[in-house]
C-alpha cells in the first residue's frame, strides 16, 4: 500500500552503426578488470572497433534518466503518487550512411554529388515535477477496470533539432560544398556560452518551461472476489491477487516551450545554388554566421517548441502461480511533429520469479524491430540492477550500445498492521478474540 522509491537511474546507448567486435580483447580484458589499451585486435580504427558495412543509414539513440524521492500511496480504490525525475534523451534516425562512413573512416567527400531524405535529429534535456493518480472505477465479479493519469511540470534544460526533409548538394573544385536543394528547420537553446563551446552557460539553467502527460487504462481479472467494505487502515487494505492484467496507455504527451537562448531556423532553397567554403569551426555564433547564406531571414525566432517522445504501449502480465509470472510490453512511436526525440519501438516478453525478498527476471525483447536482446534484472529486498543487454556484457554480442539501471527503495505491504496502527476498537476486539480463542 506505499512504495517509496529512493533513488533509481538508468543509462542506455544504442547505435547500428559502430561497434567493438564481440571477440576484441577489449571486452575480455574490460569483462576481467584488467588494465586496457588501444591496441585490442585487426580491426580498423586503432584496431580498436569497426563499422557496420552496407548500409545507407543508421540510427542512434540514448537515454538517461534518474528518479529521485518518489512515492506511492494506496487509499482503497485510489492510488495516490508523486516526485521528481530528471531525463536526457538523444536521437538519429535515417542518417546518410555514405556521410558517416566517411567521417569515420576520414576519407572526407568522395562523392561529387549526395542526395538524401528525412533526416531526424534531437537531444532533449529537462528535470520534472511529477504526480499521478489512479482509480479503480469498476470492480464486480472478480472484474476490474483502473484508469490513471500522471501530470508534470517540466523545466528544459537544454533542447536541440534538426529536421532535413531534402538535401542534395554537389561539389565542383576542392572543399568547396554547392548547395542544389535544402528544406531544413533546426533550433536549439543550450547550457553553453555561445561564443565559446568551453564556457557553460547555466544563467537560468531551465531554458524553458512547459507540461506533459501519460494516461493509460487497465483491465484486471482477479483470483477471487474480494467482499470487504467499510473503512480501514492504509495497512490493513486485502491485496487482491490477480489471473491476468492487460493495459494500454499513451506516453509522452506535452511538450517545453524554448525561450531563453533559444535560436530557430529554417531554410528553403530549391530555385537557387547555394555555395559554401571551409571555415574555422570555433563557436555556435561562427556556425551560424556561415550558415546564414542558407538561411530563410524571415524565419528567424528566439523560441521553439519541442514535443516529448510519445508512443502507445499496450502490456500485459500473467500470473501462472505462486511466484511465477509472464509479463510483456509493445511500445510504437507517435510523431506529432519534426521537433521532436524519436521515441524507440520494441517488443518484450519477460518470465520473472518475484517474492518478498528475491526477484528475478528475464526479459526477451525485440528492439526498434531489428534486434533481439536478453537481459537480466536481479532484486534483492530493497535493491535492483539490471541489464537489458547480458549478451555485450558477457562477450556473447558484438558491443555497439550499454544498458544498466538500479533502483533502491522500500514498501509496506498490504495486510500487516503493527498494533498502533489498528486503532482503539480493533484493539479491544482482537484482546477479545484472543481470550475466545483460548
Same mark, same amino acid.
Given at each position: 500500500?506505499?512504495?517509496?522509491?529512493?533513488?533509481?537511474?538508468?543509462?542506455?546507448?544504442?547505435?547500428?552503426?559502430?561497434?567493438?567486435?564481440? #571477440?576484441?580483447?577489449?571486452?575480455?580484458?574490460?569483462?576481467?578488470?584488467?588494465?586496457?589499451?588501444?591496441?585490442?585486435?585487426?580491426?580498423?580504427? #586503432?584496431?580498436?572497433?569497426?563499422?557496420?558495412?552496407?548500409?545507407?543509414?543508421?540510427?542512434? !539513440?540514448?537515454?538517461?534518466?534518474? +528518479?529521485?524521492?518518489?512515492?506511492?500511496?494506496?487509499?482503497?480504490?485510489?492510488?495516490?503518487?508523486?516526485?521528481? !525525475?530528471?531525463?536526457?534523451?538523444?536521437?538519429?534516425?535515417?542518417?546518410?550512411?555514405?556521410?558517416?562512413?566517411?567521417?569515420?573512416?576520414? *576519407?572526407?567527400?568522395?562523392?561529387?554529388?549526395? @542526395?538524401?531524405?528525412?533526416?531526424?535529429?534531437?537531444?532533449?534535456?529537462?528535470?520534472?515535477?511529477?504526480?499521478?493518480?489512479?482509480?479503480?472505477?469498476?470492480?464486480?465479479?472478480?472484474?476490474?477496470?483502473? !484508469?490513471?493519469?500522471?501530470?508534470?511540470?517540466?523545466?528544459?534544460?537544454?533542447?536541440?533539432?534538426?529536421?532535413?526533409? #531534402?538535401?542534395?548538394? @554537389? /561539389?565542383?573544385?576542392?572543399?568547396?560544398?554547392?548547395?542544389?536543394?535544402?528544406? *531544413?528547420?533546426?533550433?536549439?537553446?543550450?547550457?553553453?556560452?555561445?561564443?565559446?563551446?568551453?564556457?557553460?552557460?547555466?544563467?537560468?539553467?531551465?531554458?524553458?518551461?512547459?507540461?506533459?502527460?501519460?494516461?493509460?487504462?487497465?483491465?484486471?481479472?482477479?483470483?477471487?472476489?474480494?467482499?470487504?467494505?467499510?473503512?480501514?487502515?492504509?495497512?490493513?487494505?486485502?491485496?487482491?491477487?490477480?489471473?491476468?492484467?492487460?493495459?494500454?496507455?499513451?506516453?509522452?504527451?506535452?511538450?517545453?516551450?524554448?525561450? /531563453?537562448?533559444?535560436?530557430?531556423?529554417?531554410?528553403?532553397?530549391?530555385?537557387?545554388?547555394?555555395?559554401?567554403?571551409?571555415?574555422?569551426?570555433?563557436?555556435?555564433?561562427?556556425?551560424?554566421?556561415?550558415?546564414?547564406?542558407?538561411?530563410?531571414?524571415?524565419?528567424?525566432?528566439?523560441?521553439?517548441?519541442?514535443?516529448?517522445?510519445?508512443?502507445?504501449?499496450?502490456?500485459?502480465?500473467? @500470473?501462472?502461480?505462486?511466484?511465477?509470472?509472464?509479463?510483456?510490453?509493445?511500445?510504437?512511436?507517435?510523431?506529432?511533429?519534426?521537433?521532436?526525440?524519436? @521515441? +524507440?519501438?520494441?517488443?518484450?516478453?519477460?518470465? /520473472?520469479?518475484?517474492?518478498?525478498?528475491?526477484?528475478?527476471?528475464?526479459?526477451?525483447?525485440?528492439?526498434?524491430?531489428?534486434?533481439?536482446?536478453?537481459?537480466?534484472?536481479?532484486?534483492?529486498? +530493497?535493491?535492483?540492477?539490471?541489464?537489458?543487454?547480458?549478451?555485450?556484457?558477457?562477450?556473447?554480442?558484438?558491443?555497439?550500445?550499454?544498458?544498466?539501471?538500479?533502483?533502491?527503495?522500500?514498501?509496506?505491504?498490504?495486510?500487516?498492521?503493527?498494533?498502533?496502527?489498528?486503532?482503539?476498537?480493533?484493539? +479491544?476486539?482482537?484482546?477479545?478474540?484472543?481470550?475466545?480463542?483460548?
Amino acid at each position: 500500500y506505499l512504495d517509496v522509491n529512493i533513488v533509481s537511474a538508468d543509462v542506455f546507448m544504442e547505435n547500428d552503426f559502430a561497434y567493438i567486435p564481440k #571477440d576484441s580483447a577489449f571486452i575480455r580484458r574490460l569483462l576481467k578488470g584488467e588494465a586496457l589499451s588501444t591496441n585490442y585486435g585487426p580491426y580498423k580504427y #586503432d584496431n580498436f572497433y569497426d563499422y557496420y558495412k552496407g548500409k545507407s543509414n543508421y540510427s542512434f !539513440a540514448a537515454a538517461i534518466t534518474v +528518479t529521485g524521492p518518489s512515492f506511492m500511496v494506496q487509499n482503497g480504490k485510489q492510488v495516490y503518487g508523486g516526485g521528481v !525525475a530528471f531525463r536526457s534523451l538523444e536521437s538519429f534516425y535515417n542518417f546518410p550512411g555514405q556521410i558517416l562512413q566517411n567521417w569515420y573512416t576520414g *576519407a572526407g567527400i568522395t562523392k561529387n554529388e549526395e @542526395h538524401f531524405k528525412d533526416v531526424q535529429i534531437a537531444s532533449l534535456s529537462w528535470s520534472e515535477l511529477f504526480f499521478n493518480y489512479t482509480v479503480n472505477f469498476y470492480e464486480r465479479y472478480g472484474n476490474k477496470l483502473t !484508469a490513471g493519469i500522471e501530470i508534470k511540470y517540466l523545466f528544459g534544460v537544454e533542447g536541440f533539432f534538426m529536421s532535413i526533409n #531534402d538535401f542534395k548538394y @554537389h /561539389r565542383m573544385n576542392g572543399n568547396e560544398i554547392y548547395i542544389d536543394t535544402l528544406h *531544413a528547420v533546426g533550433g536549439f537553446a543550450l547550457p553553453v556560452n555561445y561564443d565559446n563551446y568551453s564556457k557553460i552557460n547555466l544563467n537560468p539553467w531551465a531554458k524553458g518551461h512547459g507540461v506533459g502527460a501519460n494516461i493509460g487504462i487497465m483491465y484486471t481479472k482477479e483470483k477471487k472476489i474480494n467482499s470487504v467494505k467499510g473503512n480501514k487502515p492504509l495497512c490493513a487494505n486485502i491485496y487482491d491477487d490477480y489471473q491476468y492484467r492487460i493495459g494500454l496507455s499513451i506516453m509522452g504527451i506535452g511538450g517545453i516551450r524554448f525561450d /531563453r537562448f533559444a535560436q530557430m531556423y529554417k531554410s528553403d532553397i530549391g530555385d537557387a545554388t547555394k555555395r559554401l567554403t571551409p571555415f574555422n569551426n570555433n563557436s555556435i555564433n561562427s556556425i551560424i554566421k556561415y550558415l546564414d547564406p542558407l538561411i530563410s531571414q524571415s524565419s528567424k525566432d528566439t523560441s521553439f517548441f519541442m514535443s516529448l517522445p510519445a508512443a502507445v504501449s499496450l502490456q500485459f502480465d500473467y @500470473h501462472f502461480k505462486k511466484r511465477v509470472y509472464l509479463s510483456g510490453f509493445w511500445i510504437h512511436p507517435l510523431r506529432f511533429q519534426d521537433k521532436s526525440v524519436r @521515441h +524507440t519501438a520494441q517488443l518484450a516478453f519477460i518470465p /520473472r520469479y518475484e517474492s518478498r525478498l528475491v526477484g528475478i527476471s528475464l526479459p526477451f525483447s525485440w528492439y526498434d524491430y531489428q534486434n533481439l536482446r536478453l537481459g537480466l534484472a536481479i532484486r534483492l529486498y +530493497t535493491v535492483t540492477i539490471g541489464t537489458e543487454k547480458l549478451g555485450t556484457l558477457l562477450g556473447i554480442n558484438d558491443f555497439n550500445g550499454m544498458d544498466f539501471y538500479f533502483n533502491i527503495k522500500f514498501s509496506l505491504q498490504k495486510g500487516k498492521c503493527s498494533p498502533w496502527n489498528l486503532g482503539a476498537c480493533q484493539k +479491544t476486539h482482537k484482546s477479545k478474540r484472543k481470550k475466545v480463542v483460548k
